[in-house]
């Protein structure tokens, strides 16, 4: 199968098509992604599912260990899709991807979504998963700019890091809604 | 579609907060178990105070189970709990007026008068939820599986320890009379020394229906279901019940019920506190929908010192063999999972391993000779868990043994995910050598719904 084919398939009308195509789209690798995350926008849902589940499949073959270079060609596409241009559903799912694969070379793109209403909490978490000392002082340079809103969300990140922050303790229980539930028989 | 605001103004909130905000209370509190008992703990004979986090689906089925309890005078029930009103409303119709409603788990967490809780929400709450409970000082009474990653598992088992209370993993497989009659049979060698166990179990389901994502319906609050979860759109086919077959939540056959049938297996191998030193996975995805877990799947759990091997099969057609059947009977019912153990004089099936559990006859009909071996017997996996609370004894599937088959299942699936052999690190609790597959031992969790 080549990126030709890939593409065909990932399209088809028949689920069984689409499926053989995501489950071997990890033989094209790093080529396939941008255009598996142009499909992840397309107006059938089981097409652009397909899409999704190939870019995962992409992904969790990469870093097999010893497949360093597999990775590394990846990673750089991904971070092309972090971008203003891809909507926030294929930049979440692109984040998460990140997660599991991303090192160093990944923090600053993610790092930089930390401002972005709309994937913040996803940013925060996958940087909080990222392990090394760059996506820790992106973690902390982010608790420094974040608003008030949001800064009990890096200060959780970083005390899962084993950071102590002072003045910003763990807190768990925030105002919820209520219910208009009233006890029965009473 | 969008996030769901939180309707209460900070400042507001905290200045009720006290006063048990997001409930509606118009009876006293009743009086905790451990006012007249040992600090810290209820006294024999006192009355335990439940709450219920997570009414729908099982949840429901352990309020009724308590209000037949309650009804003999052996507990209170003080709140039941849920996000969704339509079930909260059923749960309060169920648990009668003297119960407090909630939508809110964390409130009933912040009342002193309630010892234990009961959490039946779906699987990617329970270790949050736990871990809060313990930290609050309340028992716990947890459905399985335990929790959906590596690290939420240690989480478990730290505060349950820190804290001092009693937690039972709802894995009721163990406390069933056929349990006790094939754990019994098993450890006297009446089959001889086992070194293989082979689990089987049907397919997960295919979602065949996908249906696009859309707008919770008005009764659910959908961000908090999905609480600790990265936040996604509703979706019809991602919610009560179905969120079983979704990887990151419900997990698939492997963890509902690989948590009830592995969970007998670790038993009756006096296995719990081990753990294997590979996991390998293979198995079929969906071709279509939402949900993203294994359909067939074969796993094998290779255990070192002593040796020996579990298997996790789940394939169609596994049915029951006729000499199980009595005279004149052409039919016979057994659940479609359960274990078959590989002793070097025979095997011996089991179906079943949750609620419904049967040894097959040979170990049912089984004397036992002078001399042989006694195993517990467990009163009840709910009496098992109230003499935990009052006596501080390990109850049958205390927290270490079912964060030990919950990994059991994880790791089972990440193999699964990621098409590769998992080396696993008992004494660490850790994976070994593979970045990826031990990035995955943990998942970063929404604030403020963490542990």
Redesign the interface.
């Known amino acids: 199968m080549d990126t030709h084919d890939l593409i065909k398939n990932i399209k088809s009308k028949k ?2 098509v ?2 053989s195509a995501w ?1 071997n789209a990890y033989t094209i690798g790093a080529p396939a992604i941008k255009p598996m995350a142009t499909f992840m926008r397309n107006v059938d ?2 097409v652009a ?2 899409a999704k ?1 190939a870019l995962w499949n992409i992904v ?2 990469a ?3 010893g497949c360093e270079s597999i990775a590394k060609a990846v990673v750089a596409e991904l971070i092309a899709l972090c971008g203003d241009d891809q909507p926030a559903a294929v930049r ?1 799912e692109v984040l ?1 991807m990140l ?3 991303g090192g160093d070379e990944v923090v600053d793109p993610i790092a930089a979504l930390l401002t972005n209403q709309d994937l913040r ?2 940013a ?3 940087l ?2 990222i ?1 090394g000392n760059k996506s820790l002082a992106a973690l902390k340079a982010g608790l420094t700019a974040a608003p008030q809103d949001f800064k ?2 890096i200060a ?2 970083l005390r ?1 890091r084993g950071v102590k922050v002072p003045g910003l303790p763990c ?16 | 579609m969008t996030k769901q605001k939180r309707k209460i103004p900070r400042r507001t909130f905290l200045k009720s907060a006290s006063a048990v905000a997001g409930t509606t209370i118009g009876f006293p509190y009743v009086m905790s178990s451990r006012v007249l008992a040992a600090p810290g703990r209820a006294g024999a004979n006192d009355r335990l105070t439940m709450a219920h986090i997570g009414v729908g689906g099982m949840g429901g089925h352990h309020l009724r189970d308590m209000v037949q309890r309650m009804k003999k005078g052996e507990v209170n029930i003080a709140a039941v709990c849920d996000v969704d009103e339509k079930r909260l409303k059923r749960a309060s119709e169920m648990a009668g007026p003297q119960a407090d409603v909630y939508h809110d788990y964390r409130y009933i967490l912040q009342r002193k008068d309630i010892d234990a809780v009961v959490i039946s929400t779906p699987d990617h709450w329970h270790g949050v939820q736990t871990v809060h409970a313990a930290e609050s000082g309340k028992h716990v009474y947890v459905e399985k599986p335990a929790c959906c990653t590596i690290e939420e598992g240690k989480a478990m088992v730290r505060a349950a320890k820190e804290n001092k209370v009693s937690v039972q993993v709802g894995s009721q497989g163990r406390s069933q009379t056929d349990a006790y009659l094939a754990h019994r049979y098993l450890v006297n060698g009446a089959i001889g020394h086992i070194d293989r166990v082979t689990c089987f179990h049907y397919p997960s389901p295919v979602d065949n229906k996908p249906v696009p994502d859309s707008d919770p319906p008005a009764e659910l609050d959908w961000d908090f279901w999905l609480g600790p979860l990265r936040w996604r759109p509703y979706n019809q086919r991602y919610c009560h019940g179905t969120f079983r077959w979704v990887l990151e939540s419900g997990g698939g056959q492997i963890r509902d019920r690989g948590a009830h049938v592995m969970s007998c297996a670790m038993w009756w191998m006096g296995a719990d506190g081990t753990g294997p030193v590979t996991v390998e996975a293979t198995g079929t995805s969906p071709p279509q929908g939402l949900w993203d877990s294994a359909v067939e799947m074969d796993v094998t759990y290779t255990f070192k010192n002593p040796d020996w091997i579990l298997t996790w099969n789940q394939h169609p057609d596994f049915g029951v063999p006729p000499e199980e059947r009595k005279p004149g009977e052409d039919k016979i019912i057994r659940p479609g999972y359960g274990a078959v153990y590989h002793g070097t004089k025979g095997t011996f099936v089991h179906w079943g391993g949750d609620g419904g559990t049967w040894a097959e006859r040979k170990a049912r009909e089984w004397v036992p000779p002078p001399g042989a071996k006694e195993v517990y017997k467990s009163p009840g996996h709910k009496e098992d868990w109230f003499e935990g609370i009052k006596t501080g004894k390990k109850t049958i599937m205390n927290i270490e043994a079912g964060v030990g088959v919950a990994n059991l299942c994880i790791l089972g699936n990440i193999s699964f995910i990621l098409k590769r052999k998992i080396v696993w690190d008992q004494n660490k609790q850790e994976i070994v050598g593979d970045e990826q597959a031990r990035r995955m031992m943990s998942r970063p969790q929404r604030h403020p719904y963490h542990l």
């Open positions: 689920e069984n689409r499926a489950q849902l089981e599912r397909a589940r969790r073959y870093c097999r260990p979440r998460w997660s599991e694969i909490e996803d925060r978490m996958v909080q998963r392990p009990l969300n959780q990140s899962q807190q768990k229980l925030v105002p919820t809604k209520e219910t208009k539930v009233e006890p029965v028989g009473r």
